[in-house]
């Protein structure tokens, strides 16, 4: 459940292209829709 804020953070991070890692993670590419 802790977990929630952080992948919605990370899924609106994605969603407004924020490219600050020049290698996605493997969480980015499974939330990346």
Do not use: Q, Y
Request: charge should be negative.
């Amino acid at each position: 459940m802790s977990d929630a804020p952080l992948l919605c953070l990370r899924n609106v991070d994605i969603a407004f292209g924020t490219r600050k890692n020049p290698l996605p993670t493997v969480f980015d590419a499974s939330f990346d829709i």
